[in-house]
Nanobody, 119 residues
Framework: QVQLVESGGGLVQAGGSLRLSCAAS????????MGWYRQAPGKQRELVAR???????NYADSVKGRFTVSRDNAKNTVSLQMNSLKPEDTAVYYC?????????????WGQGTQVTVSS
């Protein structure tokens, strides 16, 4: 079993920065991918950024160049540095750990943390 606990988030003005952190506990494996999703009101949950234990990253096009995901394998943590925030970044952000591939993949989720960007 895996537990994910997020911290960070809050209210910030457009152009500002926030940092989200997530601590994972339980059985964490090197094959697990960790990252962040977000869900805005009335919209589907979407991938924001993901990182492998080897440091390979991928980002949503909408956040490339503004957000940076990082991971500390020794501490089982993943962070999301968000710069140049826009009102459209407003959403609940969820920490995610994905195990396996394809149809056998399983997702673990944090409880979510609200990010609100005012214009």
């Amino acid at each position: 079993q895996v537990q994910l606990v997020e911290s960070g988030g809050g209210l910030v003005q457009a152009g500002g920065s926030l940092r989200l952190s997530c601590a994972a506990s339980g059985s964490i494996f090197s094959i697990d991918r960790m990252g962040w999703y977000r869900q805005a009101p009335g919209k589907q949950r979407e991938l924001v950024a993901r990182i492998t234990s080897g440091g390979t990253t991928n980002y949503a096009d909408s956040v490339k160049g503004r957000f940076t995901v990082s991971r500390d394998n020794a501490k089982n943590t993943v962070s999301l540095q968000m710069n140049s925030l826009k009102p459209e970044d407003t959403a609940v952000y969820y920490c995610n750990l994905k195990r396996g591939w394809g149809e056998s993949a399983y997702d673990y989720w944090g409880q979510g943390t609200q990010v609100t960007v005012s214009s």
